[in-house]
């Protein structure tokens, strides 16, 4: 079993980052490897089990399943349905929790899979990098605030 963990400070309430990540379907607002994301069956996107059916920038297509979503804690779990990657039982979180002095975050971003013997670690390279560091980057971008 793999184990991918990744977080960082965001200068940016924590109220302010969860409502950026909180809607299953918003992704392509803020991740650059995202370029379009759905919700299957019309569902809410913040429904427990709702589908979001989603492309990366370089055409792969992904499903993932919304299996946990707290409003209280800011966190969210989700499973991998369909991937290109070579990942099963792929079953991740992203928690948004308040740094107590000041008015900043941290988000924690994690995930649990197996992985077949032959990978080279190029999967675990590819969430902690690609999905996990690039997203947390490209959130706090957005939303810290100046200077």
Avoid: K
């Avoid at 409502?19 to 569902?43: L, T, Y």
């Avoid at 948004?96 to 080279?120: K, M, N």
């Amino acid at each position: 079993m793999e184990r991918v963990f990744v977080s960082r400070v965001i200068d940016a309430s924590a109220d302010t980052v969860w409502q950026a990540v909180r809607d299953f379907n918003g992704m392509p607002d803020w991740h650059p490897a995202i370029a379009d994301s759905e919700i299957e069956d019309g569902r809410a996107p913040d429904a427990v089990g709702c589908v979001r059916s989603f492309h990366l920038a370089d055409g792969s297509h992904l499903r993932e399943q919304l299996t946990e979503l707290s409003d209280a804690y800011r966190m969210m779990r989700y499973v991998i349905l369909d991937s290109p990657m070579p990942v099963t039982g792929y079953d991740a979180s992203l928690q948004i929790l308040p740094v107590t002095e000041g008015d900043a975050c941290l988000a924690c971003w994690e995930a649990e899979f197996e992985v077949s013997q032959d990978d080279d670690g190029a999967t675990v390279d590819t969430v902690t990098n690609g999905v996990f560091r690039a997203g947390l980057e490209a959130l706090a971008a957005q939303l810290e605030r100046p200077g």
